[in-house]
C-alpha cells in the first residue's frame, strides 16, 4: 500500500484538474451511502467523528474517517484532523493511504468553486470570505479557476488568522483587505463566502447585494449555522447534495420556521453538473449554495492523487 503524506496528497490535487475531476464524478456517479455521524464527549467540549464511504463499482473503493473538535482553537491545535485509504473496489485490497486533510480541505474549496461556475455571475470579481482557516484560505485559488476573482476581503473571528491569509493572498495577486466593517464588505461582494465553524450566523441577509452569490460551507451539523433566515428569503437555493438539508443546521431551522421549502426541488451539484438543473438564470437574482461535503468528492479527490502519484487501477 501507499504512503501519500499531506504534502504529495496536496501537490497531486492542482484545482483545475481536481475541479473537473469532480465535474466528471458528478456525471458518473458513485455509490455513496449516508455518513455515520458520532458524538465524542471531552472535557472541555465534545467532538464530531465522521466515516464516509464511496465507491464505483469495477474501480475504487474509498474511506474517510474526520474528527472535528471545535475546541482545539483554544489549544492551538487545527479543528480537523482526518485520513483517507483508498482500495480496489474489485478485491478490496488497499491501494494508498492519504492526507486526509489536504482532502477535504481542497476538495471542498473545489466543490464550492464548481458550484459558483453554475451560480455566480461570470463577471464576479469581487469576494468576501469568512473564515480564514484551511478551508477558507484554498477558496479564492479554487474560484480563480472559474471566475475572475481578483479582490478579496477576509473576515476571521481571530484578527490575526486574517491578517495572516490576506499577506498569502497579496503574495497570490490577489487585492487582499481585512474586513473592518463586514456588513459594508457583504454589500460590496459578488460572492460571500462562509468556511467557519459557527454554531450561530456569521452573515446577515439584510447586507447580501441583488445579485450577489452565498456560499456556505461551515455548517455540516444540525447545532452549526453561519447564515440567518432572511439569507434565505428570496433566493434560489442550491444544495451539494440532498444529505444537506438534512444534516446541516443554516437549512433545518428554515425549513422548520416555513422560510424555505420543497427542499426534494432544490437542485444539487449532481444535477446542475449534468445539465439537468438550471443555474442562475439572471444577473439581478440572488443565489445560495449550501454544501455538507460529499463522501463521492473524496473518491474523486484520492483516484487523482493516487492515478497522479501511483500506477492507475487497470482496466
Known amino acids: 500500500m501507499k504512503m501519500f503524506d499531506a504534502a504529495t496528497t ?3 490535487l492542482e484545482f483545475p484538474a481536481l475541479i473537473a475531476a469532480l465535474r466528471a464524478m ?5 455509490t455513496v451511502p449516508l455518513r455515520h ?9 465534545a467532538g464530531t467523528v465522521l466515516i464516509m464511504p464511496a465507491w464505483q463499482e469495477g474501480r475504487y473503493l474509498g474511506i ?3 474528527n472535528v473538535y471545535p475546541g482545539n482553537a483554544a489549544l492551538g491545535l487545527p479543528g480537523l484532523h482526518s485520513t483517507y485509504v483508498l482500495y480496489d473496489a474489485r478485491t478490496g485490497a488497499p491501494l494508498a493511504q492519504m492526507d486526509g486533510n489536504e482532502i477535504t480541505s481542497r476538495r471542498t474549496a473545489a466543490a464550492s468553486a464548481l458550484g459558483a461556475s453554475f451560480l455566480a455571475r461570470k463577471n464576479a ?3 468576501t470570505l469568512l473564515g480564514a482557516g484551511r478551508v477558507g ?3 479564492p485559488e479554487a474560484y480563480r479557476c472559474v471566475l475572475p476573482i481578483s479582490e478579496v476581503d477576509v473576515w476571521d473571528a481571530n484578527p490575526a488568522a486574517s491578517e495572516r491569509l490576506v499577506a498569502r493572498l497579496s503574495e497570490l495577486g490577489f487585492g487582499a483587505r481585512v474586513v473592518q466593517d463586514l456588513p459594508a464588505s457583504v454589500a460590496c461582494a459578488d460572492v460571500v463566502t462562509c468556511a467557519t465553524l459557527a454554531t450561530q450566523p456569521v452573515v446577515q441577509g439584510e447586507w447580501l447585494a441583488p445579485g450577489s452569490h452565498l456560499d456556505l460551507i461551515g455548517s455540516f451539523t444540525p447545532a452549526m449555522r453561519e447564515a440567518d433566515d432572511v439569507c434565505f428569503a428570496g433566493a434560489r437555493v442550491f444544495v451539494d447534495t440532498a444529505e444537506a438539508f438534512q444534516k446541516s443546521g443554516d437549512l433545518l431551522g428554515p ?3 416555513g422560510v424555505v421549502s420543497g427542499p426534494e426541488h432544490w437542485p444539487t451539484l449532481e444535477r446542475l453538473c449534468r445539465g439537468e438543473a438550471p443555474g442562475r438564470t439572471g444577473d439581478t437574482q440572488r443565489t445560495l449554495f449550501k454544501a455538507v461535503g460529499t463522501a463521492l468528492e473524496d473518491l474523486a479527490a484520492a483516484a487523482l492523487v493516487y492515478e497522479r502519484c501511483a500506477e492507475p487501477l487497470a482496466a
Open 64 to 66: 474517510k474517517t474526520v
Open 255 to 257: 425549513l422548520e420556521r
Open 125 to 127: 470579481t469581487r469576494m
Open 137 to 139: 484560505s484554498l477558496v
Open 10 to 12: 496536496g501537490g497531486a
Open 26 to 30: 458528478f456525471v458518473e456517479g458513485c
Open 37 to 45: 455521524n458520532h458524538r465524542i464527549e471531552t472535557e472541555s467540549d
